[in-house]
């Protein structure tokens, strides 16, 4: 509880493993910004790199090379999986991330803390309440939950989805300290915009007349086999543009620009207007991320998911299929077929976009913000 007069201070904990974290924690601090201007202050840390002895303070540079490892990972991620082998990581992490947690703390006071990474729950949140602080999570997985995301003492869990709840009751956390908001996304999103065709002028994408405008993105570092899937869809003859996002994989992006292209298309890096870009395309392919898929419902696109981690992923692939929202195609041939199937079948397509924009929680980052705010205030 806030007893001085000053504006409550918020404190988010995040690391860019991948791009998720970092979007749902801006998403949160727009939206509070959005509901609650000038009552409060906010501050986000990347604990990992600016705190985290190593090895963990390089994990946004090793999370790229591990993951590409899928079966290590998804090995990792099931035997790790379970409230047994969670209690004794923690046990473990405590003595090694104790100091740092201290000293984020005596560097960045908080009335509250919150953390949007798997990897930074119980063992901050031990820390936080030694403070008398109160210690709340944004699960930023959508539907497969590791035991990580969920510390039966911390204040509050808000989830993306009931799934995501199920989960937290089967592990025994207390239902009165989860709630299920959705995830958190970009205000920019829901907004009213110019049309698709002002939209792809002004960010000059090719004016060539074609059937479908396809984005490609391959979450926050252009994971997956992006490079043979922008391949195969160019070889294809489809009449599409295509329009790929390498995020900050810059080998990645350097290869696709040295490409011979027979279709019209645009590459770019990391970009910051991902709302702009998601509204003017037709179509999203993109690996199963969380935070890709949520925005993507929102813009009102259709999906066609090429690739998928492991573990956290997995259930992505079940909801965007189950919700009728888009379709899985994990080998490049497949992804061409899919989009064939789209041009050929337009009314499927127009099936496809409404399901994808029924399942949309664009009021996710502002209830979000609300129930934070009623835990300082
Ligand atoms: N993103 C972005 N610019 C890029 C690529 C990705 O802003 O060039 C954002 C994207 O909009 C989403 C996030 O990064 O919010 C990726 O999150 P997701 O959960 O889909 O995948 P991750 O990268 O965390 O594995």
Redesign the pocket.
């Known amino acids: 509880m806030n007893l001085t007069n000053n504006p409550p201070r918020l404190l988010f904990l995040y690391s860019d493993?991948?791009?998720?974290?970092?979007?749902?924690v801006e998403a949160i601090i727009e939206a509070l910004g959005l509901e609650f201007p000038g009552q409060f202050e906010a501050e986000k840390v990347d604990f990992f790199k600016e705190y985290a002895p190593p090895p963990l303070k390089f994990a946004p540079e090793i999370y790229p090379i591990v993951s590409k490892n899928t079966r290590l990972w998804g090995m990792s991620y099931h035997l790790s999986d379970g409230q047994r082998q969670v209690d004794w990581a923690t046990l473990a992490a405590s003595p090694y991330l104790n100091l740092a947690c201290r000293k984020m703390l005596n560097e960045h006071p908080a009335d509250l803390v919150v953390s949007v990474h798997p990897l930074m729950n119980s063992y901050v949140r031990q820390v936080v309440h030694r403070r008398h602080i109160p210690f709340a999570t944004v699960v930023?997985d959508m539907v497969s939950t590791h035991t990580l995301w969920f510390d039966k003492k911390a204040d509050l869990i808000l989830l993306p989805t009931e799934i995501a709840r199920q989960r937290g009751l089967e592990l025994g956390v207390p239902a009165d300290i989860m709630k299920v908001c959705g995830l958190p996304?970009?205000d920019k999103f829901s907004k009213e915009s110019i049309s698709k065709e002002e939209l792809r002028k002004q960010m000059a994408w090719p004016e060539a007349q074609t059937q479908l405008t396809l984005l490609l993105?391959?979450?926050?570092?252009?994971?997956g086999p992006l490079a043979a899937t922008a391949a195969a869809i160019d070889a294809s003859g489809l009449p599409v543009s295509l329009i790929v996002?390498?995020?900050?994989n810059q080998r990645l992006q350097e290869q696709l620009e040295e490409r011979e292209w027979h279709i019209p298309h645009m590459i770019?890096?990391?970009?910051?207007n991902?709302p702009d870009l998601?509204r003017a395309a037709d179509v999203l392919i993109?690996?199963?991320?969380?935070?890709?898929?949520s925005?993507a419902f929102i813009a009102g696109l259709p999906i066609i998911l090429y690739n998928r981690?492991p573990g956290q992923?997995e259930g992505n692939v079940l909801y965007v299929i189950g919700e009728g929202a888009g379709t899985w195609a994990p080998e490049p041939a497949m992804v061409v077929s899919v989009i064939k199937n789209w041009i050929n079948h337009p009314d499927r397509l127009a099936e496809t976009t409404e399901a994808s924009k029924s399942v949309a929680r664009p009021d996710a980052a502002r209830q979000i913000a609300r129930n934070l705010m009623k835990l300082v205030s």
């Open positions: 493993t991948g791009g998720g974290h970092r979007s749902a930023t996304v970009d993105v391959g979450g926050g570092e252009g994971m996002i390498a995020g900050r770019y890096g990391f970009v910051k991902m998601m993109t690996k199963a991320g969380p935070g890709t898929i925005e981690l992923e």
